[in-house]
C-alpha cells in the first residue's frame, strides 16, 4: 500500500524559504515519478515540480529558479527546497506519485508543471503559508 507522508511545511515571511519533506513507503520509491503540488482555498490543484527516476526535474513557470525538487533513493524521500517565497506561495502542499511502476512519462499543464491526472498516489498535504 503506498503512503506518502509530507512535513516541513509553516509560516514565513516573504522572502523566507522552506524545506518541504515527503517520507514514501508501501512500494519500490525508484521506480516511479513523483511530483509537489498545491492548493490555495478557491483555487484548482497546481502542479509545483516533477522529478522521474532518472533525476530529470520539471517545474512550473512561476517557481523556476526560486524552488528546487530532489531526491533520496536511499531514504525513498522526496524533497521541495523552497526560497524566495512570496505571499502567491500560499498553499497546501501535496506529495504525489505516479499511478503505476516504471511510467516514464508525465503531462505537464499549462503553466508547466506536472499535471494531476498524471499521479495516482497522493499525500495529506502540508500547509505552507507566506507573509508580506
Known amino acids: 500500500q503506498v503512503q506518502l507522508v509530507e512535513s516541513g511545511g509553516g509560516s514565513v515571511q516573504s522572502g523566507g524559504s522552506l524545506r518541504l519533506s515527503c517520507a514514501a513507503s508501501g512500494y519500490t520509491y525508484s521506480t516511479y515519478y513523483m511530483g509537489w503540488f498545491r492548493q490555495a482555498p478557491g483555487k484548482e490543484r497546481e502542479g509545483v515540480a516533477a522529478?522521474?527516476?532518472?533525476?530529470?526535474?520539471s517545474y512550473a513557470d512561476s517557481v523556476k529558479g526560486r524552488f528546487t525538487i530532489s531526491q533520496d533513493n536511499a531514504k525513498n524521500a522526496l524533497y521541495l527546497q523552497m526560497s524566495s517565497l512570496k505571499p502567491e506561495d500560499t498553499a497546501m502542499y501535496y506529495c504525489?506519485?505516479?499511478?503505476?511502476?516504471?511510467?516514464?512519462?508525465?503531462?505537464?499543464?499549462?503553466?508547466?508543471?506536472?499535471?494531476?491526472?498524471?499521479?495516482?498516489?497522493w499525500g495529506q498535504g502540508t500547509q505552507v503559508t507566506v507573509s508580506s
Open positions: 504525489a506519485a505516479s499511478a503505476s511502476a516504471g511510467a516514464t512519462w508525465y503531462a505537464l499543464d499549462s503553466r508547466g508543471g506536472p499535471h494531476p491526472a498524471s499521479f495516482g498516489y
Open positions: 522529478i522521474d527516476s532518472d533525476g530529470s526535474t
